[in-house]
């Protein structure tokens, strides 16, 4: 028997559009649309762009969005208010946060980061590091060795906090507080645990973090990024990107650049609206949600996958944690032909997704997912496998988006 919570899960799962006999388990990759989104976004479209126009900067509240918006995400990853802004992409955030956060500690040239970790924060780390100098240098060790590389000599420790193959999580507690101890300044990467994991920003005093909208928020393709920077250093830290949304005064027009009040400094142009719209409304449905409540529901569904699945399907090797308290929100299954099996259980209408080379990936989002859909989806992998149906020619067919 389930538990009961306070968070009314089912009620919830009736606020999304999830297409009939679908079970969908991507959402740590692209989140569902939900029912409110299409009325708000056709608002935001037909009134305040068509009626408005120019003067919805100010009459609709347009350019107040992006720190509005962070402060929305705020309570979800454990933030303080008037810390967190929102636009661009992630891969601009983290190069953003890196860059400010490398100028805390000009005396130091290592970045330490870790084979987990998603690779556009590290081609953003090499990238930046190069326009740097040469004498820079980005140290990146196996997930299990941070502890041990993070020395007095890295200036700033960039991880991904979940892992977003294995799902594996770091210890933000701990890893922050030894950087602290060793004066590393900590970047974390909240992609695969904002909307996911009851993130505690403040409590670990980490210094940056940046995260997207578009997995667990559910704020559809080509959500804003957020960064977040913490109370003490909001005020302090210089802009690499310093674009005129980030400037004092923007509609000053200086020709030159002086830095935002706090958070907003972190703004770079002008925000995507429509965007914007779709993430607001999505949010309405996060305010339902007790995140510890959240994190509970979630353990107990990827409990249940992982046992139908291990049962049913002795070919899958468990590829993510065992212990509950090591994952994050998704459970992983190695198996050599991952891909064409991935084709197979999709064209079952069980979606989850294939990252290289072996890895099956399986979303467990408790916002719309509840046993029945756990214990269908098990039985589906069960028929790709015993049937060997990723053996079919139009499965081995290789897509551009895995
Ligand atoms: C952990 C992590 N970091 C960074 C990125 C890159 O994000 P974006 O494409 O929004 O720049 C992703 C994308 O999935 C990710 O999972």
Same mark, same amino acid.
């Given at each position: 028997?389930?538990?009961? %919570?306070?968070?009314?899960?089912?009620?919830?799962?009736?606020? &999304?559009?999830?297409?009939?006999?679908?079970? %969908?388990?991507?959402?740590?990759?692209?989140?569902?649309?939900?029912?409110?989104?299409?009325?708000?976004?056709?608002?935001?479209?037909?009134?305040?762009?068509?009626?408005?126009?120019?003067?919805?900067?100010?009459?609709?509240?347009?350019?107040? /969005?992006?720190?509005?918006?962070?402060?929305?995400?705020?309570?979800?990853?454990?933030?303080?208010?008037?810390?967190?802004?929102?636009?661009? =992409?992630?891969?601009?955030?983290?190069?953003?946060?890196?860059?400010?956060?490398?100028?805390?500690?000009?005396?130091?040239?290592?970045?330490?980061?870790?084979?987990?970790?998603?690779?556009?924060?590290?081609?953003?780390?090499?990238?930046?590091?190069?326009?740097?100098?040469?004498?820079?240098? $980005?140290?990146?060790?196996?997930?299990?060795?941070?502890?041990?590389?993070?020395?007095?000599?890295?200036?700033?420790?960039?991880?991904?906090?979940?892992?977003?193959?294995?799902?594996?999580?770091?210890?933000?507690?701990?890893?922050?507080?030894?950087?602290?101890?060793?004066?590393?300044?900590?970047?974390?990467?909240?992609?695969? /645990?904002?909307?996911?994991?009851?993130?505690? $920003? +403040?409590?670990?005093?980490?210094?940056? +973090?940046?995260?997207?909208? %578009?997995?667990? $928020?559910?704020?559809?393709?080509?959500?804003?990024? &957020?960064?977040?920077?913490?109370?003490?250093?909001?005020?302090?830290?210089?802009?690499?990107?310093?674009?005129?949304?980030?400037?004092?005064?923007? &509609?000053?027009?200086?020709?030159?650049?002086?830095?935002?009040?706090?958070?907003?400094?972190?703004?770079?142009?002008?925000?995507?609206?429509?965007?914007?719209?779709?993430?607001?409304?999505?949010?309405?449905?996060?305010?339902?949600?007790?995140?510890?409540?959240?994190?509970?529901?979630?353990?107990?569904?990827?409990?249940?996958?992982?046992?139908?699945?291990?049962?049913?399907?002795?070919?899958?090797?468990?590829?993510?944690?065992?212990?509950?308290?090591?994952?994050?929100?998704?459970?992983? &299954?190695?198996?050599?032909?991952?891909?064409?099996?991935?084709?197979?259980?999709?064209?079952?209408?069980?979606?989850?997704?294939?990252?290289?080379?072996?890895?099956?990936?399986?979303?467990?989002?408790?916002? %719309?997912?509840?046993?029945?859909?756990?214990?269908?989806?098990?039985?589906?992998?069960?028929?790709?496998?015993?049937?060997?149906?990723?053996?079919?020619?139009?499965?081995?067919?290789? +897509?551009?988006? =895995?």
């Amino acid at each position: 028997m389930s538990t009961t %919570y306070k968070t009314d899960f089912a009620a919830i799962k009736q606020q &999304f559009v999830l297409p009939e006999g679908m079970i %969908y388990l991507d959402g740590n990759s692209l989140g569902p649309l939900p029912k409110a989104t299409s009325e708000r976004v056709k608002t935001c479209i037909e009134q305040e762009w068509g009626q408005e126009l120019i003067r919805a900067w100010n009459s609709a509240g347009w350019m107040a /969005t992006p720190t509005r918006l962070g402060d929305r995400i705020a309570r979800m990853v454990g933030a303080e208010p008037g810390c967190i802004t929102t636009g661009d =992409t992630l891969s601009i955030k983290v190069y953003q946060a890196l860059a400010a956060g490398l100028e805390l500690r000009p005396e130091r040239r290592v970045v330490l980061s870790d084979s987990g970790n998603f690779p556009s924060d590290l081609y953003m780390a090499q990238g930046l590091l190069q326009s740097l100098g040469e004498d820079n240098e $980005l140290r990146v060790v196996e997930p299990e060795a941070v502890a041990d590389a993070l020395t007095s000599e890295v200036a700033v420790l960039m991880l991904t906090q979940v892992d977003y193959r294995s799902g594996r999580l770091h210890d933000m507690a701990a890893l922050s507080e030894q950087a602290r101890s060793v004066g590393a300044i900590t970047l974390w990467d909240l992609a695969h /645990t904002a909307g996911a994991y009851p993130v505690r $920003l +403040a409590d670990c005093q980490a210094d940056f +973090a940046v995260g997207c909208s %578009y997995k667990f $928020l559910n704020g559809g393709p080509g959500a804003p990024a &957020f960064i977040y920077v913490r109370p003490g250093l909001k005020e302090q830290v210089r802009p690499a990107l310093s674009g005129w949304l980030g400037h004092e005064a923007p &509609f000053a027009f200086d020709l030159d650049y002086r830095a935002g009040h706090g958070i907003e400094r972190m703004r770079v142009g002008t925000p995507p609206i429509l965007q914007m719209a779709a993430l607001d409304v999505s949010l309405d449905i996060w305010d339902q949600v007790d995140m510890d409540e959240l994190r509970a529901r979630s353990i107990e569904l990827s409990q249940l996958f992982i046992a139908e699945v291990e049962q049913r399907c002795p070919a899958l090797r468990l590829a993510s944690p065992r212990a509950p308290e090591e994952r994050g929100s998704q459970v992983s &299954f190695a198996f050599d032909e991952g891909y064409a099996a991935m084709q197979a259980l999709i064209a079952r209408q069980v979606i989850g997704d294939f990252r290289a080379p072996d890895i099956m990936r399986f979303g467990i989002t408790p916002l %719309y997912l509840d046993e029945g859909d756990i214990t269908q989806a098990a039985e589906r992998i069960e028929l790709v496998m015993r049937d060997e149906e990723w053996r079919r020619p139009e499965f081995q067919v290789r +897509a551009a988006v =895995t």
